[in-house]
């Protein structure tokens, strides 16, 4: 299997140039390694009608190619199934029928890290179980054996983090995030995994899951964020900020693209230029404060 990259969008919306920018890096990343780059749509959760079109529009447009067909993951609903039934196999399961106020309630279990899953469900006797699943469906957590562990990045060098028992099934019946994204990466080839650093605290339960499935766990590179003038997370709301509303602002996509390039410390022109200056280990290490581009944002 080829060695590649990705770039894995959630289609709730248009992409913003906090998006374009991880997009470009995970690109440049993986080219640069001679790595393949993929396209993943994750729109188990919060896809909105025609935001992927707007999405693979708007990368093509500042110049991100990818290689082979865009993949769903709600066409992969029986792969990640086939791989809660392997650790249910092996006795890595069970499951919870908790509400969200019920775990936030419950008191946390002895030396649990903060935001872990109390356990309320883990060891529930046979009478119990018969009487919860008459309640309401069951979500399925994994049993883990580890409070943390342990990854590398290229990025951020080695981070420890929380491993709980993490939901794998939600108890609509929809894949989790945390397991579809390692069974995803690594049925299609990914070993090179670039994105927000936002998603660095879930890369521990990520890289254990994987440890568990047997499968590799890619290299990880989790890149700074965009932030808007008050350092919070670059958002819609902030004014301009997707190539549609930029294009009604005055700028061009060249003109976003040679922008997000230079926040990078690179040089102005297409990514293939861009990737002969690409030093990962020259990116800066901080968050990029988006300014606009000179002109009012624009009203909601
Ligand atoms: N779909 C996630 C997002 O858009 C990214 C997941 C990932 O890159 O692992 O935030």
């Not at 248009?14 to 749509?41: K, M, P, Q, Y």
């Not at 309640?135 to 399925?140: D, F, K, L, N, W």
């Not at 410390?265 to 200056?277: D, F, R, V």
């Amino acid at each position: 299997m080829t060695r590649a990259g990705r770039f894995a969008p959630s289609p709730s919306g248009e992409l913003h140039v906090g998006n374009l920018r991880t997009a470009i890096l995970a690109w440049l990343f993986a080219r640069s390694t001679g790595r393949d780059f993929l396209l993943r749509i994750e729109d188990l959760d919060r896809a909105r009608a025609g935001a992927e079109a707007e999405q693979l529009r708007d990368l093509a447009a500042i110049g991100v190619t990818w290689d082979g067909a865009v993949v769903r993951q709600t066409e992969r609903t029986a792969v990640y199934d086939d791989a809660v039934d392997q650790l249910s196999a092996a006795g890595l399961t069970y499951e919870c029928f908790c509400t969200r106020r019920e775990i936030q309630e419950a008191p946390s279990a002895p030396h649990a890290p903060q935001g872990a899953y109390p356990g309320t469900c883990r060891n529930l006797d046979p009478a119990e179980l018969e009487y919860k699943r008459s309640t309401r469906p069951a979500a399925i957590r994994l049993r883990a054996d580890v409070t943390e562990y342990t990854v590398h990045d290229v990025l951020c060098g080695e981070f420890t983090g929380v491993v709980d028992d993490f939901v794998l099934r939600r108890n609509d019946g929809v894949t989790a995030y945390n397991l579809a994204v390692v069974v995803d990466d690594a049925a299609q080839g990914i070993d090179q995994v670039v994105r927000g650093d936002d998603l660095l605290p879930s890369t521990p339960r990520q890289a254990y899951l994987a440890s568990l499935l047997h499968m590799p766990v890619p290299e990880y590179a989790h890149v700074p964020l965009v932030v808007n003038s008050g350092g919070a997370r670059l958002a819609k709301r902030d004014g301009a900020v997707t190539l549609a509303d930029l294009a009604l602002a005055g700028a061009t996509e060249t003109e976003v693209r040679d922008l997000i390039l230079q926040s990078l410390g690179l040089p102005a022109g297409t990514l293939e230029q861009a990737l002969a200056a690409f030093r990962p280990a020259d990116l800066p290490r901080g968050p990029w404060v988006w300014t606009g581009i000179g002109v009012l944002p624009l009203a909601d």
